[in-house]
């Protein structure tokens, strides 16, 4: 069983950043896909960036966000840098592991992100 524990929400105003973090516990692999979506009031959700061995962008989040990841030491972290915030970035953000083997998806409680001007 895998569980995921997010941190690092909170409110910004725009051109802010903030750093989310996503702690995985449970039998996850390097060739795991690891990353972020997010859910805006009224919208779908939608992919925001993944990373195994390279690393994968929304458009709407290139230049501006960079995931990271931890394997060292049995810690399987995600980490998500968001710079230059903008209204738009508003949502819930939700980390998820897909295990290559078998494709199950797993996803975080979800952490909010509230950017204002």
């Known amino acids: 069983q895998v569980q995921l524990v997010e941190s690092g929400g909170g409110s910004v105003q725009t051109g802010g950043s903030l750093r989310l973090s996503c702690a995985a516990s449970?039998?996850?692999?390097?060739?795991?896909?690891m990353g972020w979506y997010r859910q805006a009031p009224g919208k779908q959700r939608e992919l925001v960036a993944f990373?195994?061995?390279?690393?994968?962008?929304a458009d709407a989040v290139k230049g501006r966000f960079t995931i990271s990841r931890d394997n060292a030491n049995a810690k399987n972290t995600v980490y998500l840098e968001m710079n230059s915030l903008k209204l738009e970035d508003t949502a819930v953000y939700y980390c998820?592991?897909?295990?290559?083997?078998?494709?199950?998806?797993?996803w975080g409680q979800g952490t909010q992100v509230t950017v204002s001007s």
């Open positions: 990373i195994t061995s390279v690393t994968n962008y």
């Open positions: 998820y592991v897909r295990r290559r083997y078998d494709g199950s998806t797993y």
């Open positions: 449970g039998s996850i692999f390097s060739t795991d896909i």
